[in-house]
């Protein structure tokens, strides 16, 4: 077998190389074709006992309008293939199978590479579905030993930790059977490949001894959690996202590093299922993204709960004596502090984006400072037939922003009509107890951006269902357009305050009005009658109003 590599003038559009490529698969010997109207060349493999390189150049020019103007040729050695497919995917995840379900519907023959984590990727294997599982688990504790109601006398809750943790590993085989190999099992166009993907070039990858090639590529090989460079930390007992659902001994005592949201989640659910929970916030607050009042709420309800929260504390140093970690910090104001942790330490840095295992160099594909790939709103990098998706772009990580980048990437690289991604009204929720959620800029991000705007925040001791229901943690927030009265984004800090930011994103997204939320009819003793009392503030004192005057 042999692989001719061509140079083609005169392509002006993908109908030209779809044309070419059609030719030159009804000839005999040809074995696979791939031709790039965006690169300019071609790429065929032969039998060059039944058809030789200048009679394919010769192919290729039938008709007048194109010619070869350079070609390569090389030997395929033997036990070396390279097959060619329409679109391969690096990467088995949210952003991959949502463009593999894509690519199914438009009947192109894709390739799909998966390494590192089972076929599902972070959110099914070790992300949403068992920190979800375990925060609901951890809630339904506390609810069981805490009550606001009088003459509610909880009597407590046995845990078998063992038990649930090995619920939620069957909960994720299912969901990964169910949502993910269940779904692209009949599928006539994908080929799945086990293995480490690599360029070869700008077309071709690598897995161990195979060769891919395809007219176009898309990236979605995610991110997995950033352990930083500590002095000690990898010779003592710790955890990261990815490990710490594997446990079947409840911890009596847990150290987190890092309280982002991650720290926070898992933090609360092993204080509520009955360990020990210490929080190291790098900086003065937890969420420091977020504004300095959701971060003082939470934490004021973090505390009650037992959790001990550190701020500004900066670990450079692990050791282990004696049975305990020793974790060597930094404080503020230069001193240092040796804390002791006799369980086990939880790191919660962040995450790191998996590019540097796939030899990007080679191609020139562009990764900003963090090592994540580069795309503009179209999901394209600088390479214009290579596209990326999910954790490992420069985008907004979660795992539904990965499924529609995903479709989108494919749609974009196989359409004559691309569609840029607009993350301007992305709802997103930290699901502590009460959650966190938001959606559009907040006054800090008005502020900057020279925007004339209006604040107000309503505390949930003002929304009556949170009244009833006991339970007045929270405050929901409005920022407002002050001369269009156009919602510009909303923060909401209470019990299923994810529920409640969707609505907000759908108005947001219908050019809504701050007068037309507040004007609207809410059913009594419901959350989301919290959103038209929180509107109604920036007209009037709700303090003054009647149950259910507007």
């Known amino acids: 077998m042999r692989r001719l590599e061509m140079k083609i003038a005169g392509m002006t559009c993908d109908s030209c190389a779809r ?50 103007v350079n070609c390569e040729e090389e030997v395929v050695p033997q036990g070396k293939s390279e097959e060619i497919f329409d679109l391969i995917i690096i990467g088995g995840g949210s952003a991959a199978f949502a463009a593999a379900i894509h690519a199914e519907e438009l009947g192109l023959r894709t ?52 038990a649930l943790m090995q619920q939620g590993r069957e909960l994720v085989a299912e969901m990964r059977q169910r949502k993910y190999l269940d779904v692209v099992r009949d599928f006539s166009g994908l080929t799945l490949v086990q293995g480490h993907a690599q360029f070869v070039d700008a077309h071709t990858i690598a897995v161990g001894h195979q060769h891919y090639r395809g007219h176009k590529l898309l990236i979605a090989t995610g991110a997995r959690p950033n352990v930083p460079d500590f002095e000690g930390l990898a010779h003592v007992n710790y955890h990261t996202s990815r490990t710490i659902f594997s446990l079947t001994q409840l911890p009596k005592t847990l ?13 609360q659910s092993f204080q509520r299922l009955g360990a020990h929970v210490r929080i190291l916030a790098y900086t003065e607050r937890v969420l420091r993204r977020l504004s300095p009042d959701i971060s003082e709420e939470l934490t004021r309800h973090l505390q009650a709960e037992g959790i001990e929260l550190l701020p500004n504390f900066q670990p450079y140093k692990f050791e282990s004596k004696d049975g305990l970690t020793r974790i060597h910090c930094r404080r503020p104001d230069g001193t240092n502090v040796v804390l002791e942790e006799p369980g086990t330490i939880l790191v919660a840095t962040g995450i790191r984006p998996n590019t540097d295992q796939l030899k990007l160099a080679r191609i020139g594909v562009q990764l900003d400072s ?68 938001g959606v559009g800029i907040d006054e800090r991000d008005a502020e900057v951006q020279g925007i004339p705007f209006e604040v107000r925040s309503l505390p949930l001791s003002e929304v009556p269902r949170s009244i009833a229901a006991r339970d007045m943690r929270g405050f929901i927030k409005l920022i407002r357009h002050v001369e269009t009265d156009r919602l510009l984004g909303a923060r909401i800090v209470a019990t299923e305050g994810g529920e409640l930011v969707q609505q907000l994103s759908l108005a947001m997204r219908m050019g809504a009005t701050v007068s037309e939320l507040a004007s609207g009819l809410c059913p009594y003793l419901t959350l989301s009658e919290g959103i038209k009392l929180a509107a109604l503030t920036f007209g009037k004192d709700v303090r003054k109003l009647s149950c259910c005057a507007t």
């Open 19 to 68: 044309g070419i490529a059609q030719r030159l698969v009804g000839e005999k010997g040809i074995l696979q074709v791939d031709i790039s109207y965006e690169q300019g060349s071609g790429v065929v493999l032969y039998d060059p006992t039944q058809i030789r390189a200048d009679q394919i150049v010769a192919v290729v020019a039938q008709g007048g309008h194109y010619r070869v």
């Open 111 to 162: 390739l799909m590479v998966n390494d590192g984590l089972p076929i599902g990727g972070t959110c099914v294997n070790v992300g949403c579905v068992p920190s979800k599982f375990l925060v609901r688990a951890a809630e339904s504790v506390w609810r069981a030993t805490h009550s606001p109601f009088a003459g509610i006398h909880p009597r407590g809750v046995e845990v078998d930790f063992g």
């Open 255 to 267: 150290t987190i590093l890092g309280a982002g949201y991650v720290g926070l989640e898992m933090g």
């Open 370 to 437: 963090r090592g994540h790939i580069q795309v503009d709103s179209y999901l394209r990098t600088n390479l214009p037939h290579v596209y990326a998706a999910g954790d490992v772009a420069t985008t907004p990580a979660y795992v539904y922003t990965a499924a529609l980048e995903g479709k989108t990437a494919v749609h974009n690289a196989f359409s004559a009509e691309p569609q840029p991604i607009n993350y301007e009204i992305l709802p997103w929720v930290v699901f502590t107890d009460p959650q966190v959620a």
